[in-house]
């Protein structure tokens, strides 16, 4: 019985300390903003069974304003992890929106960074890393995705990078 009962106290005690992603995130003091209208004749999510296809979206700011620059030019790899970070921030305000939780998210599946990049920068990876850092922050396991991490020589608005990427949800 002992055995029992001491199992059931562990199972009580991981369950009062789950977290939602929700909670994950405003305890990183990550609030998530109001997602922005698309800029052309498209939406922002398209849901197709149990699977979302999200727009690329870039590092917009409260104010519409974007993080712009290339990196290796005007950017250091610091400066882009960040607006990969804060694009990893807008396309979760996408998924909230879109779900109304983020606990229906089963998986982030697939990610494609592109980052505006000078023509000798190599570091692409290091950038998105802002942004696979924060599913996992927010997701846990279910935030590991596969990923391409590629360099463009610009991008709309000279934004710093954009991230496009498919979820699978409940």
Known sequence: MK??????????GLASIAQTPEE?????????????????????VVRTGNLLFLSGKGPSLPDGSYVTGK????LTIQQ??????LTAINQLAVLKTELGELSKIKRIVKVLGLV??????ADQPKVINGF???MVLALGNKGKHARSAIGTNSLPFNMACEVELIVEVE
Do not use: C, H, M, W
């Not at 001491?6 to 199972?11: I, K, T």
């Not at 990196?71 to 005007?74: A, N, S």
């Not at 882009?80 to 970070?85: I, M, N, S, T």
């Open 116 to 121: 505006n990049s000078a023509s000798d920068f």
């Open 80 to 85: 882009g992890y960040e607006a990969a970070r």
């Open 24 to 44: 994950k995130l405003k305890e990183a003091g990550i609030l998530l903003p109001s997602i922005s209208v698309p800029v052309a004749n498209y939406v922002n």
């Open 132 to 134: 696979s850092d924060l």
């Open 71 to 74: 990196l290796g030019q005007e």
């Open 3 to 12: 055995p029992f009962l001491l199992l059931g106290l562990l199972l009580t």
